[in-house]
């Protein structure tokens, strides 16, 4: 079952990135990973910003939240923030089910996510999807995202336009 989420959801949110993202761990560059991946801190800050308007909404199973998804219009596209499932909830369809949720609900025409260029699998997941790699990532992770050199070095962005 979908939910929306709100300020009030962002320790499960955190929770949840947190184990999910421990997937990164040994893969992508030593520098970029640590624990917590999502410090509560940030994730409070990216929710409650109204410059970068940060939403969430999530998937329940077994009546608790198993997966979330964040989003952010920015400009004239649409950016997934964070797409993250709980690893014993992982190839079920879930992450499918929010990622179309999603593109029902996006008012924009482009609909971009990044991630780490060693993240194969999070790569595989949107390409088979209908997502493709762009080649203009840097200025793409430039105009659209804020963070840091390193990242946009070691990120790749894949896009989509409805
Ligand atoms: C990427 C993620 C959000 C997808 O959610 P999900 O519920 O597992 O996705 P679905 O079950 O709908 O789709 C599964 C597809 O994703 C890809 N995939 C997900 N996990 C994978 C893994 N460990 N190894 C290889 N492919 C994987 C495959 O394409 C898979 O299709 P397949 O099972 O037919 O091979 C989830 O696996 C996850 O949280 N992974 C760890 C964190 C991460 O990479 N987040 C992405 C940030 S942009």
Same mark, same amino acid.
């Given at each position: 079952?979908? $939910?929306?989420?709100?300020? #009030? *959801?962002? %320790?499960?949110? +955190?929770?949840i ?8 761990q040994?893969?992508?560059?030593? *520098? +970029?990973? &640590? @624990? ?5 801190? @940030? ?7 109204e ?8 998937? @329940?199973? %077994? ?5 979330v998804m ?10 997934? $923030? &964070?797409?993250y499932v709980?690893? %014993?909830?992982? $190839? ?8 179309? &949720?999603?593109?029902q ?15 194969t ?7 088979? $999807? ?5 080649? *203009? #990532? ?7 995202? *804020? ?5 946009? @070095? ?9």
């Amino acid at each position: 079952m979908f $939910r929306g989420l709100s300020s #009030k *959801d962002a %320790d499960t949110i +955190c929770e949840i990135i947190n184990q999910a993202a421990r997937a990164y761990q040994g893969v992508i560059p030593e *520098d +970029c990973y &640590h @624990e917590p991946y999502m410090p509560r801190e @940030e994730l409070y800050r990216e929710m409650k910003s109204e410059m970068k308007s940060m939403s969430f909404f999530g998937w @329940e199973e %077994d009546g608790k939240l198993v997966g979330v998804m964040g989003f952010q219009p920015i400009k004239d596209v649409t950016l997934i $923030r &964070h797409a993250y499932v709980l690893p %014993d909830y992982q $190839r079920k369809g879930i992450g499918t089910k929010l990622l179309n &949720h999603l593109k029902q609900m996006m008012k924009t025409k482009y609909l971009f996510v990044g991630t780490w260029a060693d993240a194969t699998w999070a790569i595989g997941f949107y390409q088979n $999807r209908g997502f493709r790699l762009m080649p *203009d #990532k840097d200025k793409l992770l430039t105009r659209y995202w *804020d963070i840091p050199g390193r990242q946009v @070095e070691t990120s790749v962005v894949l896009g989509m336009g409805m």
